[in-house]
């Protein structure tokens, strides 16, 4: 195993041999889970023909510019259904993170298959944290090595690998299977698409090289990848925020004179600079995924004079480089206005700040993420005032992480809404 753990190394392995160290490198609970190597974007073990062709289809559908001007209205729609939620349950203790999750959920689902996976209004709670569920245990399975990785002659007797891949199996189908069939029976006649045009699943589906299990999987995948790491930034955001006065206030003013008496949109707050500024310094402070997801060696290679064996893992200490004094003033403090007067951004030509990694197998959805979290924490923040149950000082937030794979609040974030316009 290899850890990147400095700007020049990252460099190294994510650009100048970019291609040599594109592949993923898998734990055994994978390689279990029936055909998932050729319908995977985030797991694909290379860079091969299915990886481009699903990224490909992910690129019309969800990433590029044109697919995030057409999903817009889902955007807004989902977050507006969340505020009326909210609205309804004011003076109560909400579960932000199980809203947040679950509107995010909605957004993907409806951007791939036209379809929301929740009843936001109805809310119902059981269902989110279920999936939240799924979502934990299929990352945490899916990228922790067990003891058969080290010793692979165990792999004949590794009932427990192939029990796990299997449990997750079944409910990967019981989540997608349905909604799958349905839109294979009605063979697109009754069913309109997010956007007019064909969404995700109807292009997927068209395509007869994917089985309905793949389809699953990929499915899957994306839904992972749009809500785990989003949901953990939007809490964060909020936190510092709210825990921060001054800046909480600097934010509020800044929204409400862009929007001017009109509702929160994203063309509306892509001018707030100094909320961009917040959302940049939450990605630097509480980087989701600190070891980026696991990179494989596809070769024998040289870097830095020392020999990279083949089938190496090659880890980039994304949250250590984020937080080196070296490249970052008051490293471990929240300070917004360090991202004001910087060209530093989300595309990963800054080797000091790679959130969403780089090179070939960096995260395709960072725009969609940064709309996201502009969207969800403006509108939470012009529609509501915050409190801490039981009359806690916001200062005194608990701020305690916890880490599997992706770095979370360890609590849930419990919060209670007050109104700021009354009609
Ligand atoms: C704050 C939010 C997000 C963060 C911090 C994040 C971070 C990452 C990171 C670190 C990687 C791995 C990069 C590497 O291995 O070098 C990744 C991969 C990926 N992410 Fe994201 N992500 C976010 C949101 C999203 C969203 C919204 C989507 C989809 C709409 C998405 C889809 C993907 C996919 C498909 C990959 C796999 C790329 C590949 O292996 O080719 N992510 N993400």
């Not at 990848?225 to 949901?231: E, K």
């Amino acid at each position: 195993m290899v850890v990147a753990s400095s700007p020049d190394t990252a460099k190294e392995f994510c650009k100048t041999h970019d291609r040599m160290f594109s592949g993923r490198h898998l734990p055994s609970v994978y390689h279990n889970l029936p055909r998932t190597m050729d319908s995977s974007i985030v797991l694909s073990p290379e860079c091969g023909r299915s990886w481009k062709l699903l990224r490909s289809i992910g690129q019309n559908c969800v990433f590029s510019s044109k697919a995030m001007e057409t999903n817009a209205w889902i955007r807004k729609a989902k977050v507006m259904e969340m505020v009326s939620h909210i609205s309804s349950k004011e003076g109560e203790v909400v579960n932000l993170e199980d809203l947040i999750f679950a509107t995010l959920a909605n957004i993907i689902s409806s951007v791939l298959t036209s379809r929301d996976l929740f009843d936001v209004k109805n809310e119902a709670k059981d269902k989110y944290r279920v999936m939240m569920g799924l979502v934990n245990e299929v990352i945490e399975k899916t990228t922790t090595l067990g003891l058969v990785d080290f010793l692979p002659v165990l792999r004949w007797v590794d009932f427990w690998s192939k029990g796990k891949a299997m449990d997750m199996y079944r409910k990967i189908k019981l989540t997608w299977g349905s909604i799958i069939q349905e839109r294979r029976s009605s063979k697109g006649s009754d069913h309109k698409s997010s956007s007019d045009g064909q969404d995700f699943l109807d292009i997927v589906l068209a395509d007869s090289s994917f089985s309905e299990d793949q389809i699953g999987n990929a499915l899957m995948e994306l839904l992972i990848g749009a809500t785990d790491s989003t949901t953990i930034t939007t809490v964060w955001l909020m936190v510092e925020l709210i825990r921060n006065q001054e800046m909480l206030s600097r934010v509020r003013d800044e929204i409400a004179q862009t929007v001017t008496g009109d509702k929160p949109s994203e063309s509306l707050l892509s001018q707030c600079h100094y909320f961009q500024a917040c959302i940049k310094e939450t990605l630097r402070l509480h980087v989701p995924a600190p070891l980026l997801v696991p990179h494989r060696a596809t070769e024998t290679c040289k870097v830095n004079n020392y020999v990279i064996p083949k089938d190496s893992m090659i880890l980039v200490n994304a949250w250590g480089i984020a937080r080196d004094p070296d490249y970052w003033n008051d490293a471990t403090v929240f300070k917004p206005d360090r991202f004001l007067d910087t060209k530093i951004g989300f595309r990963g030509t800054h080797f000091e700040y790679l959130p969403f990694g780089t090179g070939l197998r960096m995260c395709p959805g960072s725009t969609v993420a940064f709309k996201n979290i502009q969207m969800l924490v403006g509108s939470l923040l012009h529609y509501f005032d915050w409190s801490l149950p039981g009359g806690v000082a916001l200062t005194a937030i608990d701020m305690n992480e916890k880490y599997v794979t992706t770095l979370k609040k360890e609590k849930p974030l419990l919060l209670i809404p007050k109104l700021r316009y009354k009609n």
